[in-house]
T-cell receptor, first 115, second 111 residues
Framework: EAQVTQNPRYLITVTGKKLTVTCSQN?????MSWYRQDPGLGLRQIYY???????DKGDVPEGYKVSRKEKRNFPLILESPSPNQTSLYFC??????????????FGPGTRLTVL | AQSVTQPDIHITVSEGASLELRCNYS??????LFWYVQSPGQGLQLLLK??????LVQGIKGFEAEFKRSQSSFNLRKPSVHWSDAAEYFC?????????FGTGTSLTVIP
C-alpha cells in the first residue's frame, strides 16, 4: 500500500531532550516536506527536500533540523525542544515536479508535547 | 507578502444544503491553488487543484472550485452536503517549491 508513515504518533518529552521524528514513504517520491499544525494558524511548512541531499527552509525552520540521506526517509530533528514546539506535525511527499504540480501525500501526523 | 486567507473559521450547514467555503489569495501572478480536506484525526487529502485553463475545477467527493482572478478568490463549493463532509478544509497555494496553507475552515454538518 502506498503510504507515508511517521513515528512516533504521539510523544511527550521534556525541554532540551533531543528527539527525532521519522518519516518514510514507499512511493519513490522526490519531494518531501514537514509541516506543523497549530490551532488558528493552519499548517506551516518547516523544511522541504527536493531530492536526496537537497533540503531547504520553509516558513518556520527555527529550532528544527532535517536530513535526506535516502530517498524514502526524511527525519525531523529537534536538537533542544522547547514548549513552543508543542504541535501536531505532518510529513508529506510528492512525485517528480515537486509540490508545484502534484498532490502531496500526507502522513497520519505526530502529536508532540514538550513539557 | 504572498498569502492565502480563509475568512470563515467555522461553518455549520444542514445535511443536503449547499456549501461554499471562501478562499482569497494575495499573489502577484496567477497562483497554483489547492483545496485539501482533513477529516478528524487524519492527515490531509487533496480535493482539487487549479493551475491554469478552465476556471471551474472539479474535484473528488462532488466538490468544485472556481478561480476568479478579479476577486482573487478560489472558493470551494458543493451542491448538497453529506454528513461525512464534516471536516477541516484548507486552501493552499504554492510558490516555487514552498507550500502555503490558509488557517482552515471547520465544517459542521447537522442532520
Amino acid at each position: 500500500e502506498a503510504q507515508v508513515t511517521q513515528n512516533p504518533r504521539y510523544l511527550i518529552t521534556v525541554t532540551g531532550k533531543k528527539l527525532t521524528v521519522t518519516c518514510s514513504q514507499n512511493m519513490n517520491h522526490e519531494y518531501m516536506s514537514w509541516y506543523r499544525q497549530d490551532p488558528g494558524l493552519g499548517l506551516r511548512q518547516i523544511y522541504y527536500s527536493m531530492n536526496v541531499e537537497v533540503t531547504d527552509k520553509g516558513d518556520v525552520p527555527e529550532g528544527y533540523k532535517v536530513s535526506r540521506k535516502e530517498k524514502r526517509n526524511f527525519p525531523l530533528i529537534l536538537e533542544s525542544p522547547s514548549p513552543n514546539q508543542t504541535s501536531l506535525y505532518f510529513c508529506a511527499s510528492s512525485p517528480v515536479g515537486g509540490a508545484l504540480y502534484n498532490e502531496q501525500f500526507f502522513g497520519p501526523g505526530t502529536r508532540l508535547t514538550v513539557l | 507578502a504572498q498569502s492565502v486567507t480563509q475568512p470563515d473559521i467555522h461553518i455549520t450547514v444542514s445535511e443536503g444544503a449547499s456549501l461554499e467555503l471562501r478562499c482569497n489569495y494575495s499573489y502577484g501572478a496567477t497562483p497554483y491553488l489547492f483545496w485539501y480536506v482533513q477529516s478528524p484525526g487524519q492527515g490531509l487529502q487533496l480535493l482539487l487543484k487549479y493551475f491554469s485553463g478552465d476556471t471551474l475545477v472539479q474535484g473528488i467527493k462532488g466538490f468544485e472550485a472556481e478561480f476568479k482572478r478579479s476577486q482573487s478568490s478560489f472558493n470551494l463549493r458543493k451542491p448538497s452536503v453529506h454528513w461525512s463532509d464534516a471536516a477541516e478544509y484548507f486552501c493552499a497555494f504554492t510558490e516555487g517549491n514552498q507550500f502555503y496553507f490558509g488557517t482552515g475552515t471547520s465544517l459542521t454538518v447537522i442532520p
